[in-house]
């Protein structure tokens, strides 16, 4: 029984390899991060010494101070005591933000471990694999040349190298099955450092957005009300923007790390989007809503699967907002619902601007915005579909999309009936 250790061992050395490669990603950012404040800092505060007539300082750590008011710009002043700023004077306004930020890092950190399991799963064939090759080696007909030579082979394959090649043709199909499942853990990979890379970029915009404004409240904004009003207004709308982001990107990280449970319940999908469709109008005056149900729908037993009520209306609402922010004002936007023998669907139809057939093929991938699309819509953060698909996925149901460019977009949602009663 050494095989299902040995799983057991490369699983957690997977997991191990990922939270590594996580820890030195949010390290460069961090780090990034905090390059760019102290430039920042030195910029402005030289700025403020040219202003004066006095010559340009230096960022240095004094002695005799606190901790936290040790680093600071010191400005030579002559006959007299020199000019000292402290950096945390000028980081004080972005305490939240970077708690937030800090706060999202410890979470991804803190869950990878948990998805050991996820990978010993992945793995399970692997060890079922070798526990039948360690049944065979038992046997006296058996080549045990074979099993010896197999065993070196998959030594020396990893992840990052994804081929198993024993150069015997008996062992060809499990070679095969071999190469499979590494390359699914290769791209697994590949997919979780897109994701950080991503989130990173994603979370550097806002940031750099916040710390400019910063900067120009403390130079004009004082005396200035209009300065005043103006950062204000984009300081609350990038912090909103940030807290989207990072709303979105821990509730699919909880999904990644299975720790996004549905309530499920019986429910009718035509009575939850006649709700949505409701809010909608009330929020959203600028187009109109057409809701196209059946005489009854909302009672009627066939409309009915067992799901997560809060879940799926989320689905939904992420459907009709993506509707809205891609279409033209005083335009249609329509919600219907409709059911088969074995699943029950609805869908949401804009007449926006659509898009390609080759942007519609990876319109799900996180982060994936189509080039019409940043047209419109510039302050997206391109998971709401990707949202939408996890939820619609973990009840075992799938989104169909029909768009063309300049026509309009079509989202169809199929929820099984029988496999989600079944659950």
Known sequence: MSKPARTTSIARSIVRSYWWRRLVSYALVNALIAVTII?????????????????????????????????????????????????????????????????????????????????????????????????????????????????????SASVDSPHVSTGNKDLESIEVALNGLLRQMQEAKLQQMRFVSDASHELRTPISVIQGYVNMLDRWGKSDEEVLEESIRALKAESQHMQELVEQLLFLARGDSGRNTLQREQLNVAEILSQVWEESRMVDENHAYVLSLAEGAVRDAR???????????????????????????????????????????????????????????????????????????????????????????????????????EVGTRFTVFVPKERSSSI
């Open 303 to 405: 409309y009915e699967v067992v799901g997560d009520v809060a879940m799926l209306k989320q689905a939904m609402r992420i459907l009709v907002a993506n509707a809205g922010a891609y279409s033209a004002a005083h335009t249609t936007i329509t919600l219907a619902a409709g059911f088969g023998d074995d699943f029950v669907s609805f869908s949401v139809e804009d007449e926006g601007v659509g898009m390609s057939q080759q942007d519609a093929a990876h319109v799900f991938e996180r982060f994936y915005r189509a080039d019409t699309a940043r047209e419109v819509r510039e302050n997206g953060t391109g998971l709401g579909l990707s949202i939408a698909q996890w939820i619609v996925s973990a009840h075992e149901g799938r989104i169909e999309v029909l768009s063309r460019e």
């Open 39 to 155: 430039w920042c800092f030195s910029a402005q505060c030289a700025g403020l010494a040219q202003k004066r007539g006095l010559p340009a300082g230096s960022v240095v750590v004094r002695d005799g101070y606190s901790l936290v008011t040790r680093v600071g710009y010191e400005i030579p002043q002559p006959g007299g005591d020199n000019l000292w700023f402290p950096l945390v004077d000028y980081v004080e306004p972005m305490v939240p933000i970077l708690v937030v930020v800090c706060a999202a890092e410890v979470i991804g950190l803190a869950a990878l471990p948990f998805s050991t399991r996820r990978v010993r799963r992945r793995l399970q064939p692997l060890n079922d694999l070798a526990i039948t090759a360690e049944e065979l080696g038992n046997m006296a007909s058996y080549d045990q040349h074979k099993m010896e030579s197999l065993e070196e082979a998959i030594q």
